[in-house]
């Protein structure tokens, strides 16, 4: 529902305006991926356009998630990605975007949705999961739960 990714990319926005570059790095490629999806949808964009517009998203996702994995010597994007269960083609479509002839937009749209999929599974449904914990459970478990996502989120995701 294009309302509900339009009213969530908003109060993305007011996040990122209080934690500025504090902000999660998977909230922040959550947003950008979801913002291309709501321009495709909206049909004010030309192809060419759209293509950026996912290009850019999706090359600052890999680029993002795979920075904080680079030691000092360089290490290729294909293993940092392999290590993060990035799928290679994804790296590929972002070696593409950079460097090559830019791909058709069925591609970026495609790396687009398989981007939030391991977003969605790596990072949000993490942070859900602290939501949806039953009531019966000890306060104990509830806490080391919390603190976990905590230093996910500072350590991986920042």
């Not at 109060?11 to 504090?22: F, I, L, Q, T």
């Not at 479509?93 to 939030?116: N, Q």
């Not at 306060?139 to 905590?150: F, L, R």
Request: overall charge negative; some cysteine.
């Amino acid at each position: 529902d294009s309302r509900l990714q339009q009213e969530a990319l908003d109060r993305v926005s007011a996040w990122k305006s209080r934690y500025g570059p504090k902000m999660p790095l998977a909230v922040d490629c959550t947003a950008e991926l979801i913002r291309c999806k709501v321009l495709d949808s909206s049909g004010r964009l030309k192809s060419h356009e759209l293509i950026l517009s996912y290009g850019l998203a999706l090359v600052r996702f890999v680029n993002l998630i795979t920075e904080r994995k680079q030691k000092m010597v360089s290490i290729p994007l294909r293993q940092l990605a392999r290590e993060v269960d990035i799928p290679i083609w994804v790296v590929d479509l972002r070696h593409e975007l950079t460097h090559g002839k830019l791909p058709r937009l069925a591609l970026c749209r495609k790396g687009c949705d398989v981007v939030l999929d391991w977003l969605r599974k790596t990072y949000w449904s993490r942070q859900l999961g602290n939501n949806l914990c039953e009531e019966s459970e000890d306060e104990d478990e509830e806490q080391e739960g919390v603190e976990a996502n905590a230093e996910l989120d500072s350590d991986a995701w920042e």
